[in-house]
């Protein structure tokens, strides 16, 4: 298998860029704005957010059939903002694949390249060998019908990739196959942007899809980006509390810094639930402006410990014990604060039994992740607006 | 260990057969759910599935077999008559939309005329305080988001009181993070109100955590039946190691028996492996599964009974997990290893050592409870 030439001259140009797009629809709804975002040649960007965010919108002013209100999209130097979709040197792949019902493997993997100036021969070499790759050699005569979903998902990327778009722009491409097919056609899904050097841009709500397949993640939220960057700093350093709560999972404390610690590292935070030691790692603003402010602090469920080592101490009440094969235990707990009651979530690689229904858990000032800012939009409701309810 | 509790059986099927237009979709199913269970059926598209909870319930008959509800037979009854629960993943089209909350989830109470008004009220308070939606009560469906919604479907099941429920696959339909919400919810809902569930879902990580009893289902057939952790841990078939969970596959041939382990030729080499059950037969050829969590990396990797050099060709961090995607030399397909935490001592195209116990890479006789299942087919799983 052939490793890609990452040699090549384009490889330090910016592959895509989107610069302050606007979209209002006519009647009146803001779905995106005033985004900038942009994703280097042959990276793999994953935009998610909640339904509503904008996201959709966003991939089909890339698409070319939502006029942006505001805004540029360049790709590879060249402003596509305006240019008709069959110009942008993209390609598409949809959840429901769009086959041509009538046309067999092979046709279908054709049709782009008939349209374009091919001779035959070179078509034959692209349409054998893109099929080699997607290993569809052996079913180019059947009809899309007789495939399986994996399969006909497969000949809908070959379709599309055989023409060598600059972009490839997928929206949702698994949303509606098995657990299983999903989990598999996400490896594939990696194997092909390995092998090729195309830009993959694409949209989902599934954050771990978003996490297994991103080089590089755009959260969006009410028309706006929250954060773009690297899994990793998406992770580990999220800008916000939403970002924070969206990826990956997160127990979420709110809070005034009432001193700091040990040379500014560690903020000290009031919240209903006692006062705990936080990292200040994450932060923008100079430890000593923190003092006396309002923030949030997110302990994602793997580093939460059922012992109270690091002066971090939560009396919670278990509620629920879920041993998940492969992924060691879950434990849902409750809270009990001066204003109410919070769920706590603790997660251990290996199996873990509470030994009675109340405990105490804790967990290290360093792997407690400080957010200044709840969001980007104003006024969200971390609960509502993340899940839904 | 768990407590051994004695239960009553609350539904058993014998030897159930259905098929479609002269196709087989059921192949003898038996099986048997005890009272307060949550049995989880899972499978991937066109294993039989829903097929077979369709059965259960009565809106499907059947040719051959039998289904038993709290030891009555109920094959000849009429759907309405078996005081069965049922929930199904397109809640929308379910629920009457010019009606309140309050007034569907009543809706089937009132109907059936045996109940009198304060005993409706007191039933509907009660549902929908346990699925936490009492605020929605005056409010019309389209009015709730997709998780309230379908938990005013399950609150018009509920409310019938029935002792057994039958789930379509409900929270296929929602959001990623709802979802995920959602299976701690139902979890919840089953343990305080104490009825038995039957589970359809092709999402294994659902199935993993709700179930009590898990059915594995594989074109037609019961492939394994055990708690999650029985069939997780000691798969009876190759099918069932790799459907449940992810399970990185060698071929190999016996050559030797060594005590009561295999010795193998293997694309990668001599491979030593424990059989699951009998071992194969020397000259035989049988497939090795190895979890990608059960795969040593770098120095771990020196003192296992097996190992290879590996490349790694992807390295992705999920948050919780690194899985890397390694290429094997002579091994036409990659193989996966997960780590807990973020590892950042291998790269992209490094040349690394793993290995594996032979009691984490097992060897399966049997390739799956289907006579048509190949070698092939289950690369393909």
Redesign the interface.
């Known amino acids: 298998?052939a490793?890609s030439d990452h040699t090549h001259a384009d490889e330090a140009s910016a592959g895509l860029s989107v610069d302050g797009l606007t979209k209002i629809y006519p009647d009146g709804t803001l779905a995106v704005d005033d985004i900038s975002f942009s994703i280097d040649a042959g990276d793999f960007c994953v935009i998610i957010g909640?339904?509503g965010c904008g996201k959709s919108t966003t991939l089909h002013s890339l698409v070319g059939n939502v006029p942006p209100t505001k805004g540029t999209v360049t790709l590879d130097g060249r402003d596509i903002t305006d240019a008709p979709t069959y110009r942008r040197d993209i390609g598409l792949v949809f959840q429901d694949f769009q086959l041509f019902p009538h046309l067999t493997v092979e046709e279908n993997i054709r049709y782009g390249l008939e349209r374009m100036d091919v001779s035959a021969a070179e078509a034959n070499d692209h349409v054998e060998s893109m099929a080699e790759m997607m290993q569809l050699d052996g079913m180019l005569d059947r009809n899309p019908a007789e495939l399986s979903?994996g399969q006909q998902q497969r000949v809908a990327l070959a379709r599309s990739l055989v023409l060598e778009p600059k972009l490839l722009l997928l929206d949702e491409p698994l949303g509606d196959m098995?657990?299983?097919?999903q989990?598999r056609m996400e490896?594939e899904l990696?194997?092909l942007h390995?092998e090729l050097e195309t830009t993959f841009v694409y949209v989902t709500?599934?954050?771990?899809q978003a996490?297994?397949?991103a080089d590089q993640m755009v959260v969006m939220n009410d028309g706006k980006i929250e954060h773009s960057g690297p899994?990793?700093e998406v992770?580990?350093r999220p800008r916000t509390a939403f970002t924070a709560a969206?990826?990956?999972?997160s127990n979420l404390f709110s809070g005034t810094v009432t001193d700091v610690e040990a040379g500014g590292a560690v903020a000290v935070v009031d919240t209903d639930f006692g006062a705990f030691r936080v990292s200040t790692a994450n932060a923008d603003s100079g430890a000593e402006e923190l003092v006396g402010r309002e923030v949030v602090f997110a302990v994602?469920p793997?580093f939460v410990r059922l012992d109270d080592d690091d002066g971090n101490a939560l009396d919670c009440d278990v509620?629920?014990v879920?041993?998940?094969?492969?992924e060691g235990t879950?434990i849902?707990m409750t809270a009990r604060g001066s204003e109410g009651t919070k769920q706590v979530q603790a997660?251990s690689?290996d199996r873990v039994e509470p030994t009675a229904d109340a405990v105490t858990v804790g967990w290290d000032a360093d792997d407690a992740i400080l957010l200044e800012r709840t969001s980007v939009a104003g006024d969200v409701d971390l609960q509502e607006d993340?899940?839904?309810? | 260990m768990s407590v051994t509790v004695e239960r009553e059986t609350a539904i058993s099927i014998d030897g159930l057969r259905k098929s479609f237009a002269g196709e087989p979709v059921l192949c003898g199913i038996d099986l048997s759910i005890d009272e307060g269970e949550f049995c989880v059926v899972v499978g991937s598209s066109g294993s039989g599935k829903s097929t077979l909870l369709k059965c259960i319930s009565g809106l499907l008959s059947f040719e051959w077999g039998a289904v038993f509800v709290d030891g009555e037979d109920v094959t000849n009854r009429s759907v309405e008559t078996r005081d069965i629960g049922f929930v199904f993943q397109d809640f929308e089209d379910r629920l009457f939309p010019h009606m309140t909350v309050e007034e569907n989830v009543a809706f089937g109470l009132r109907e059936a005329e045996t109940y009198d008004a304060a005993e409706i009220s007191r039933r509907v308070n009660e549902a929908l305080q346990l699925l936490s939606i009492s605020e929605t009560k005056t409010s019309l469906p389209s009015e709730l988001s997709g998780g309230q919604q379908q938990r005013v479907e399950l609150a018009r099941q509920l409310v019938r009181e029935c002792d057994v429920m039958l789930l379509d696959d409900p929270l296929a339909d929602l959001d990623y993070k709802l979802q995920k919400r959602m299976v701690l919810e139902i979890r919840r809902i089953h343990e305080e109100f104490g009825s038995t569930f039957v589970y359809v879902t092709h999402n294994q990580d659902q199935a993993l955590k709700l179930a009590d009893k898990l059915v594995v289902m594989n074109d037609g057939v019961v492939e394994q039946v055990g708690t999650p952790e029985e069939v997780y841990n000691a798969p009876e078939t190759a099918f069932v190691g790799r459907f449940i969970g992810d399970n990185n596959p060698l071929l190999g041939t016996v050559t030797e028996h060594d005590g009561d382990r295999v010795v193998l030729d293997t694309d990668l080499g001599t491979v030593v492996a424990e059989p699951r059950e009998e071992p194969p037969a020397v000259g035989e050829e049988t497939m090795v599964l190895l979890r990608p969590e059960d795969v040593s990396l770098g120095d771990d990797a020196g003192a296992r009974d097996n190992g290879s050099i590996a490349t790694v060709e992807d390295l992705t961090y999920t948050g919780e997990y690194t899985e890397f995607a390694v290429s094997l030399p002579n091994v036409t397909h990659e193989f996966q290893v997960r780590r807990p935490g973020d590892i950042r001592r291998f790269g992209e195209g490094d040349e690394v050592r793993i290995g594996w116990d032979a009691a984490e890479g097992v060897c399966y006789d049997r390739l799956s409870a289907s006579d048509s299942v190949t070698v092939d087919d289950l690369m393909e799983v």
């Open positions: 298998m490793a909640p339904s979903a098995d657990y299983k097919l989990k490896r990696l194997r390995r709500h599934d954050q771990t996490m297994r397949l899994v990793r992770y580990n969206f990826v990956g999972d994602r793997q509620d629920d879920i041993h998940r094969s492969g879950q849902v997660k690689d993340i899940l839904g309810e």
